[in-house]
């Protein structure tokens, strides 16, 4: 007989035991095996398969020591680094097929930082009161569904029954077909994009996947880059194309797209063999057209929906750009080439584009010559970014490195 799926169900019961107990019930009714993380800190109620008190134990403290901290912030960081060791001490020796989270703000603080550490592929969901608002610090660059809990988790009511329900058979379903891969044989590829460069990326990506690789493309937009680097630094990868800079040019101007000082460096400080394109070095992402005039004023703007802008770059951001660049690629462990057009950055940036300026892409080739290290070339291209000519030299020197 097949082993039933076991689900991992992290939920604490000094609170929410009359909810812990249900959406287990649920969970074992649907046909999986339950292991109930309990991460409490004001009183252990029993039952869990991990308790409170072997939280804490992997974190080095007693239960007691933890509620003596008296500060909830402290307690809590506690009990995440216990959850997460915790957690992976039992799978490693029961392998989990899924992990269920039900919580406020504390619980799915504890429970995202949990699914985060845990494999691409596993499901995962939160059942969360804050599934309504600003979601990106419990999912991270995981793939974390989160279904919103509606009413506050305080007992069983004619809605929380259905949501709680539902989370436990969609966790139950996903679980029963969870099917682990070991990594692909293939060299992996990964490779950063928008829609403004997709005609010359997908040429690029299909070219490298007739060789054989595997290529994985994310999309720039503030979270895309975060989860190539991500993967970057835990995964063996073959090379990174990093061909869209916007979430670079966000976080040195104000944009909504901002990744943080560190989006590029993971790859590059592992060694990872890394071709950078300035795709989409025309714009800076706003919002509204009204405050993205207010902004950024005296540039041009195109009105791409009626949430987001694109702000024309102009010679000061495309320095800042270029010098940034610069700055991260010295510290590269590994071979570095640098492919910048001299007829524009995208769609955009082109003639039937909305903030094309020919005057541009040639001192921004000038910008980048001066600002990289004397070991890494750049080859400028008389091409657009998404003519043929420069994908085909990307990809003739994606080939040699990835040869090499």
């Known amino acids: 007989m097949t082993e039933k799926p076991s689900v991992l169900l992290v939920i604490t019961q000094d609170t929410k035991q009359e909810e812990a107990q249900f959406v287990r019930q649920t969970l074992e009714s649907a046909g999986v095996t339950v292991v109930h993380l309990d991460p409490s800190v004001r009183r252990s109620v029993g039952g869990a398969e991990i308790s409170p008190e072997a939280v804490a134990g992997a974190a080095g403290h007693t239960i007691e020591a933890v509620r003596a901290l008296g500060h909830e912030g402290k307690c809590q960081a506690v009990m995440i680094e216990g959850s997460i060791k915790a957690a992976h001490a039992w799978h490693a020796a029961h392998p989990l097929s899924g992990i269920l989270a039900v919580g406020g703000s504390m619980g799915s603080a504890l429970a995202g930082a949990l699914m985060q550490s845990m494999p691409y592929g596993m499901p995962k969901l939160i059942v969360s009161t804050m599934a309504s608002g600003f979601t990106a610090p419990y999912m991270g660059v995981k793939d974390i569904a989160m279904l919103n809990a509606v009413t506050d988790i305080a007992g069983i009511n004619s809605i929380s029954r259905d949501v709680f329900r539902n989370g436990a058979l969609a966790v139950a379903g996903m679980a029963k077909g969870y099917d682990p891969k070991h990594a692909s044989e293939k060299p992996l590829v990964l490779m950063t994009t928008l829609g403004t460069t997709e005609t010359g990326t997908r040429r690029i990506r299909e070219a490298l996947e007739a060789d054989g690789a595997e290529v994985m493309v994310f999309h720039s937009s503030g979270a895309g880059g975060p989860t190539l680097d991500s993967i970057a630094a835990e995964r063996d990868v073959a090379l990174v194309l990093d061909l869209s800079v916007t979430e670079i040019l966000d976080h040195l101007n104000g944009g909504l797209a901002d990744s943080g000082p560190n989006r590029g460096k993971a790859g590059m ?136």
């Open 269 to 404: 400080a592992r060694g990872v063999p890394t071709i950078w394109a300035p795709g989409n070095a025309d714009f800076i992402i706003a919002g509204p057209i009204d405050v993205a005039r207010a902004q950024f004023p005296d540039t041009r703007y195109h009105e791409h929906n009626p949430q987001l802008t694109a702000v024309r770059t102009r010679l000061p951001e495309l320095q800042g750009l270029a010098d940034h660049l610069g700055a991260i690629i010295k510290d590269a462990k590994g071979p570095v080439r640098v492919f910048t057009p001299l007829h524009g950055f995208s769609n955009h940036d082109s003639p039937q584009g909305h903030i094309q300026d020919t005057t541009l892409p040639g001192p921004f080739a000038a910008m980048l010559q001066a600002a990289m290290p004397a070991n890494v070339p750049v080859t400028v291209v008389d091409a657009h970014f998404n003519d043929e000519e420069f994908s085909n030299a990307i990809i003739a020197a994606a080939r040699e490195m990835m040869a090499s």
